[in-house]
């Protein structure tokens, strides 16, 4: 609802997403740990969890202010037992909303790489 009220103030999405956006952590629980891939820069990562700007969420706010690329997306792990160490289970594109993570219909559906970043149907 906040940021819905933000893009109305703003007078749309775009320009809102001049300066602020948003991503949406499906399997996330209130503040840590989950069913869902829960690493993407935050306080419970593994450590040595991959913190490149494209699946660290501060990163790519880093290279926004400091290059001007806004994140369109972060790719969000998945470790077994939230030990990178027993290697990845998931990873899933985080997308800037109101877009979501849509399955291409084909690949593996625990790579990211087999998804979308998409307007919800």
């Known amino acids: 609802n906040y940021y819905e009220s933000v893009v109305s103030a703003q007078k749309g999405l775009d320009t809102t997403q001049a300066?602020?956006?948003?991503?949406?952590?499906?399997?996330?629980?209130?503040?840590?740990?989950?069913p869902g891939p829960t690493a993407f820069?935050?306080?419970?990562?593994?450590?040595?969890?991959?913190?490149?700007?494209?699946?660290?969420?501060?990163?790519?706010?880093?290279?926004?202010v400091e290059e001007g690329k806004a994140p369109e997306k972060v790719i969000a792990t998945k470790y077994a037992q939230g030990d990178k160490a027993k290697g990845v289970v998931l990873q899933r594109p985080l997308?800037?909303?109101?877009?979501?993570?849509?399955y291409r219909?084909?690949?593996d559906i625990n790579d990211a790489s087999n998804f979308s970043c998409?307007?919800?149907k």
């Open 41 to 64: 820069g935050t306080a419970g990562d593994p450590p040595d969890a991959q913190n490149d700007a494209d699946h660290n969420i501060l990163r790519a706010l880093q290279r926004w």
């Open 19 to 34: 300066f602020f956006r948003a991503f949406l952590v499906p399997g996330l629980y209130h503040c840590s740990g989950g």
């Open 95 to 102: 997308c800037v909303y109101p877009q979501v993570a849509m």
């Open 118 to 120: 998409a307007a919800p």
């Open 105 to 107: 219909g084909a690949g």
